[in-house]
């Protein structure tokens, strides 16, 4: 069983940075995407920032900017370094890992709160 584990979210003032990571384990991790979803609340899951095995990356038009990803395929592990945080990046935020050949299957993280500060 893929289990995913979050870590690196807090109480950030408005301006500063945090950094968020996420350790996969139990399973193949080979030609997958691994990413960060966020969830205000009364507001829908949505895309932060994705990444493939191979390095190929995706934003959010509103992070482009601001968030870089990355990924130790050696650990099984994502980041999400995170800059110039504002009140509307507070969000519990989500790790997912994907693959789309088998064996497929997609997994979540149980979220870890960002919180900034204005």
């Known amino acids: 069983q893929v289990q995913l584990v979050e870590s690196g979210g807090g109480l950030v003032q408005a301006g500063g940075s945090l950094r968020l990571s996420c350790a996969a384990s139990?399973?193949?991790?080979?030609?997958?995407?691994m990413g960060w979803y966020r969830q205000a609340p009364g507001k829908q899951r949505d895309l932060v920032a994705t990444?493939?095995?191979?390095?190929?990356?995706r934003y959010a038009d509103h992070v482009e900017d601001r968030f870089t990803i990355s990924r130790d395929n050696r650990k099984n592990t994502v980041y999400l370094q995170m800059t110039n945080l504002n009140s509307e990046d507070t969000a519990v935020y989500y790790c997912?890992?994907?693959?789309?050949?088998?064996?497929?299957?997609?997994?979540w993280g149980q979220g870890t709160q960002v919180t900034v500060s204005s």
């Open positions: 997912n890992i994907r693959r789309v050949v088998k064996p497929v299957y997609t997994y």
């Open positions: 990444i493939t095995s191979g390095g190929n990356t």
């Open positions: 139990g399973g193949y991790f080979g030609s997958t995407t």
